[in-house]
């Protein structure tokens, strides 16, 4: 069975479907992280950000991989070096999006993406997994939640991983981005058909889990 998740940036979902695939012994495929990945190493190599051909060139050239590791925490590799944490920067934060919107990045990804998922058995959360890229998923959900709640659980994290942030920067950077990946010209982020709406805004995470499995 392929799960697919989908949802704006902040909504939990990545989170949801970690405990989700951990839950049923599944093989978890986060999608976002592949294009931070990307994004990173166009930084790295000082590509500019409007370049997208050099860009869509160097995804083509890349090798983006997981291991997911049997106490649940997932390691990404770019060219088989982890930058799990490196990813997670905030200057990788405000072009992760704008590095997405490329449609030649996404036809790139979206190969990888249906290589890595089409043994079934897997759990993957994105902006167009019930849309695009496995639309005849046996299970797709859509998560969401209020922009205030998602703001105050982005803070929450970055702060957490030690990022010098501020709520109103949070708000700016995930409203922007609600923006360019629902309005972007290829595979934007919009709710499948046949997708489970969720509302998170008042749930926890473990709320959240449960409506998943039971619905499975």
Known sequence: ????????AGA?????AKLVAKSLGYLYLDTGAMYRALTFKVLEEGIDIADTKKITDLASKSII??????????????????VSLDIRQSRITKL???VAKIKGV????LKLQRELGIKGKVVLDGRDIGTVVFPDAEK?????AGLKERVKRRYKELKGLG?????DAVEDDLSNRDKIDSNREFAPLKKA???????????TIEEVVSKILDSL
Do not use: H
């Not at 069975?1 to 704006?8: K, L, Q, S, T, V």
């Not at 797709?140 to 969401?144: N, R």
């Not at 990022?163 to 709520?167: A, C, L, R, S």
């Not at 058909?193 to 749930?203: L, N, S």
């Open 163 to 167: 990022q010098n942030v501020t709520v």
């Open 106 to 109: 996404r036809q790139v990804m």
């Open 96 to 98: 992760v999006s704008d």
């Open 193 to 203: 058909d046949d997708a489970i709406y969720v509302d998170t805004t008042d749930m």
């Open 65 to 82: 991989s997981f291991i997911n590791n049997p106490d649940g925490q997932i390691k990404i590799l770019l060219d088989g070096i982890d």
């Open 1 to 8: 069975m392929i799960i697919a998740i989908d949802g704006p």
């Open 12 to 16: 939990g979902k990545s989170t949801v």
């Open 140 to 144: 797709k959900f859509y998560i969401d």
